[in-house]
């Protein structure tokens, strides 16, 4: 029996709600009417269909990253980690608990099945997206789980780029889960949560807190300001441009033959980076325009036009100088300078504190998802590094790269194809946990949910 985090403290005698597959392959689920789409933050998102979620949905406001070592060298473990989160991830999506039982019920003698710092939140726009790691399949040139012949050639650990000063234990992992939500207590208890159900199997690495989002993956928004005060993403991929989706970020079948579980997902590219704000605070607006390409007032680009219009690099000012610098960051990763490469991006900004010497620790924290990460993402970041003028303003101190699975139709884990899962099977001969209803007349939330207990082998 699935009950909304709204109404589990006051659910006894209110209508439970019922789990149903969606026609289109997503979860749809019963809501209480305190959870009706005219309730602020009761929006869901499908967390099943043909991609997964947390890529072209609309950018969410808030954002918990987070990246994990597996910790076990059991193949069988780690299989039922993927189901595990699986089932998790689909029922906290819709506003539910992790799991089936609940933050406030249950044995009094054992840990609850979720947390419960998200009681009476609602879902928020939720979205959960997992990756994979190149160290899950080959680790200190060892294979790892039977699966190094399943590791696409992409997926290597990013090359040093200049000028970067990478922290190791803000890099990489073996796994990586992405929360996003318009709530920031919901992409927290999400990842947890998820990290919870890991104990002894994967161990949190390290994670990123987001807010205010740096890009946009819809028309629908407008476009946001990164921590320089200058608007972001402009030229981003939207997802109401399904060519330019096709083309830049959806892996293709042919790509890999040993990736061919990976056609129709996507890479993952990480990157936290650090803002010497103190120094760009001061300089005057004019040298922040020029390293930028763009008015700060509109974001329309130095040679001329709206926001959304086409930078001319080929205009030059009344002293014969371009007016979009040769060292413009807008030039250098324009998709006309880089053989007609785009990235979707949907990043956030973070503030993490100070660094004890007077100064912000904050920035950007760049995710992108691209089509092959030596075409999309490498040669763009090495020019960067060499000529970039906004370089001065900016340290790289994070890094990482992740292969992002498709999408599953309900009663498949997430991850499947990579390490040949099953189907999720009922070891018992109940009904398919996505089939399961509260039995009539059934209002006991303590019980009744462990009565439709699930738990699921190969």
């Known amino acids: 029996m699935a009950v909304s985090r709204r109404g589990l403290l006051g659910a006894a005698g209110a209508g439970l709600v019922g789990v149903a597959v969606g026609a289109a392959g997503g979860f749809a689920l019963a809501k209480e009417e305190a959870l009706s789409p005219q309730v602020p933050g009761a929006r869901t998102y499908p967390f ?30 780690l299989v039922q980690l993927l189901k595990d989160w699986t089932v998790a991830a689909a029922r906290m999506t819709q506003g539910l608990g992790a799991g089936e039982v609940g933050p406030t019920s249950g044995p009094y003698g054992a840990p609850p099945d979720d947390t419960g710092e998200a009681i009476g939140l609602p879902p928020a726009g939720l979205t959960i997206t997992f990756g994979f790691g190149p160290t899950l399949f080959r680790k200190d040139g060892k294979t790892r789980f039977g699966l190094a012949g399943r590791q696409p050639d992409s997926l290597q650990r990013l090359p040093h780029f200049p000028a970067e000063k990478l922290d190791p234990q803000r890099s990489d992992g073996d796994l990586c889960i992405q929360a996003c939500a318009d709530d920031p207590q919901v992409a927290v208890h999400a990842v947890r949560n998820l990290a919870r159900i890991a104990f002894g199997r994967a161990a949190l690495r390290w994670s990123q807190l987001g807010f205010g989002r740096t890009s946009s993956t819809s028309t629908s928004q407008a476009m946001p300001r990164n921590l320089m005060g200058f608007k972001d993403g402009t030229m981003n991929i939207k997802a109401e441009e399904p060519a330019a989706v096709d083309q830049h970020v959806w892996v293709p079948t042919d790509a890999d033959s040993k990736g061919r579980w990976l056609a129709g997902g996507s890479y993952l590219v990480v990157r936290r980076i650090n803002m010497n704000i103190e120094i760009w605070d001061r300089q005057p607006l004019s040298e922040q325009e020029r390293v930028i390409g763009r008015t700060k007032a509109e974001g329309a680009p130095l040679s001329g ?3 959304f219009s086409q930078p001319d690099f080929h205009l030059n000012g009344s002293d014969g100088e371009p007016l979009v610098a040769a060292d413009a960051h807008i030039r250098l990763v324009h998709s006309s300078n880089n053989g007609g490469a785009k990235m979707l991006r949907r990043g ?9 010497l007077g100064r912000m620790d904050a920035g950007l924290f760049f995710l ?12 763009i970041q090495m020019k960067l590094g060499l000529g970039d003028g906004l370089s001065e303003y900016l340290q790289h101190t994070g890094s990482a790269l992740f292969a992002i699975p498709t999408g599953d139709r309900p009663g498949r884990a997430r991850g499947s194809g990579a390490v040949r899962l099953g189907r999720l099977r009922p070891k018992s001969k109940s009904p398919h946990w996505s089939e399961i209803r509260p039995p009539s007349g059934q209002c006991d939330v303590k019980n009744s949910a462990r009565r439709d207990g699930r ?3 190969l």
């Open 368 to 379: 992108a998802y691209v089509r092959h990460p030596r075409t999309h993402f490498i040669p």
């Open 48 to 77: 099943y269909g043909e991609h997964q979620a947390g890529i072209l949905t609309p950018v969410q406001d808030r954002l918990h990253f987070a990246a994990l070592d597996v910790i076990t060298d059991s193949r069988e473990e």
């Open 455 to 457: 738990k699921f082998d």
């Open 348 to 356: 956030y900004n973070f503030v993490d504190g100070s660094d004890g």
């Open 305 to 307: 036009g709206g926001e």
